[in-house]
């Protein structure tokens, strides 16, 4: 099996070895998205990281051929379980019916202190 790296022009480069999704066996697996835009920048909050995140994993997604409405199963890691509601009501904005299957987890802490992270499996 042959495993394929994307990148995407003009994204933040990764903060540790990995990459930002793999093509392999007819699927994209999206590596966790944080909340930071192209500068670097994270906005303060919840609702805000949410889109951040779910318009990283777009561009990558695209940059592999592939739109939203391809993933299959999606991880959100979030810091506090109370922000669940703003994340979900603006996740839910980003997937056609039917969504995704989802995990949610959360988490005592996140890179660069984010409030979410979204990582994603997509059929090519």
Do not use: H, W
Not at 10 to 33: E, H, M, N, R, T
Not at 45 to 71: F, Y
Request: with cysteine; proline share 10%; charged share 20%.
């Amino acid at each position: 099996m042959t495993r394929e790296a994307v990148s995407v022009p003009g994204a933040p480069k990764p903060i540790a070895p990995y990459s930002p999704a793999i093509k392999a066996a007819g699927l994209v697996f999206v590596s966790g998205q944080l909340p930071v835009d192209p500068t670097g920048s994270m906005p303060a909050d919840m609702v805000a990281q949410t889109r951040q995140c779910l318009d990283n994993m777009k561009a990558i997604l695209g940059a592999a051929g592939v739109g939203l409405e391809r993933v299959v199963k999606t991880t959100v890691f979030i810091t506090n379980m109370d922000e669940f509601g703003k994340m979900n009501e603006e996740y839910g904005k980003y997937f056609p019916e039917p969504p995704p299957a989802r995990s949610t987890v959360e988490v005592s802490r996140l890179a660069k202190g984010a409030l979410i992270e979204i990582e994603a499996i997509a059929l090519q």
